[in-house]
């Protein structure tokens, strides 16, 4: 199963909660952990990774804590999930990463289709920001997959809106 760890989860929360609150006030990791209801040590590992991912800006002094490094606009998901785990990718042949754990990477019949899998979940991903997180997002209507049965031997890619299919 694909899944992303209790922690980045709770990455996007701590980044969504900041974007909420986008008055450019510092937020210390004691007032977080109260007002996101998350554990105090928890939220201040994560501070340290999302700040040291260029998320976040810390600032020192009396009036110091956390902000945002960039605008929510700015901020895609995809970007979050990097930070705190590393390439968005289901297969690790598909990560980016030079070194590939798999040995059967290089005669593998179904890389190719993993491949644009991959995009198709990265591109979502990108194109969903963090001032998208603020508000409930709106479910599409049903789109047909980009795996249809053709005739063809090429395989349809759908792109997300806005956005070029590779």
């Known amino acids: 199963m694909f899944r992303m760890t209790k922690l980045t989860d709770y990455g996007i929360v701590l980044l969504t909660h900041f974007a909420a609150h986008d008055d450019q006030v510092a937020h210390t990791a004691r007032e977080l952990a109260l007002e996101t209801r998350l554990p105090l040590p928890t939220v201040g590992k994560l501070l340290k990774q999302l700040s040291r991912g260029g998320l976040l800006a810390s600032q020192?002094?009396?009036?110091?804590?956390?902000?945002?490094?960039?605008?929510?606009?700015?901020?895609?998901?995809?970007?979050?999930?990097?930070?705190?785990?590393?390439p968005v990718a289901i297969t690790e042949c598909n990560t980016g990463e030079s070194h590939s754990r798999c040995e059967h990477e290089s005669f593998c019949s179904v890389r190719p289709n993993w491949q644009i899998i991959n995009e198709t979940i990265r591109g979502a991903l990108e194109g969903l920001t963090l001032a998208d997180m603020t508000r409930p997002l709106v479910r599409r209507p049903s789109q047909p997959s980009a795996f249809e049965s053709s005739s063809a031997s090429t395989l349809p890619v759908r792109a997300p809106e806005g956005r070029s299919a590779l």
């Open 60 to 86: 020192r002094g009396t009036k110091g804590g956390y902000i945002l490094a960039r605008p929510p606009r700015e901020i895609t998901v995809s970007a979050i999930i990097a930070t705190l785990e590393g």
